[in-house]
Antibody, heavy 119, light 113 residues
């Protein structure tokens, strides 16, 4: 059974940093691209960042470009999202999700971790 | 990149069929057969219902079907059931910038009357 478990969310002050983690199991993690998708309270889904299966290619939404870094450790089956210079508008539930393949869809999602940016 | 456009809400009675539209551009929906649809119940993670425009993952009811024409895609739910009441989001691969690859729709709330 595929499982994705996010952690690392919490309350952070504007301008602060957080690192989110996503522990994967139940599939060959190193064979699939992964994404982070967020959802602000009461709002829709927003794709944030993606990374190729090997980690050599990374992608970011304009809203986080320059403030976020995505990485993966295939030896630990773990995906990361480092977020810096956080703003109030970054407040959201952050989901990690597994790619079907080649950006065809996201077939498994974690339960999400809440990031709240507030003073 | 702009979100794909969906109606804010769609409703139907049990047993009826409803269709949710998803409108994009030639840089996303119209240019690629990589449209996917997600169902999200309150407080839950999204669930993939359709990928590659019309393919259903294993375990998804055949009451859900997808199609595409030009720059618009559609999700049809036939034989509407109470459990189908949820938010639905479309998504597509996009080439509109180098920062891709996914763009989501604005979301549609489905109400079962």
């Amino acid at each position: 059974e595929v499982q994705l478990v996010e952690s690392g969310g919490g309350l952070v002050q504007p301008g602060g940093s957080l690192r989110l983690s996503c522990a994967a199991s139940g599939f060959t993690f190193s064979s699939y691209a992964m994404s982070w998708v967020r959802q602000a309270p009461g709002k829709g889904l927003e794709w944030v960042s993606g990374i190729s299966y090997s980690g050599t290619s990374t992608y970011f939404a304009d809203s986080v470009k320059g403030r976020c870094t995505i990485s993966r450790d295939n030896s630990k089956n773990t995906l990361y999202l480092q977020m810096n210079s956080l703003r109030a508008e970054d407040t959201a539930v952050y989901y990690c999700a597994k790619d079907v393949s080649a950006a065809r869809g996201l077939d498994h999602w974690g339960q999400g971790t809440l990031v709240t940016v507030s003073s | 990149q702009s979100a794909l456009t969906q109606p804010a809400s769609v409703s139907g009675s049990p047993g009826q069929s409803i269709t949710i539209s998803c409108t994009g551009t030639s840089s996303d929906v119209g240019g690629y057969n990589f449209v996917s649809w997600y169902q999200q119940h309150p407080g839950k993670a999204p669930k993939l219902m359709i990928y590659d425009v019309s393919n259903r993952p294993s375990g998804v009811s055949n009451r859900f079907s997808g199609s595409k024409s030009g720059n618009s895609a559609s999700l049809t739910i036939s034989g509407l059931q109470a459990e189908d009441e949820a938010d639905y989001y479309c998504s597509s691969y996009t080439s509109s910038s180098t920062l891709g690859p996914y763009v989501f729709g604005t979301g549609t709330k489905v109400t079962v009357l």
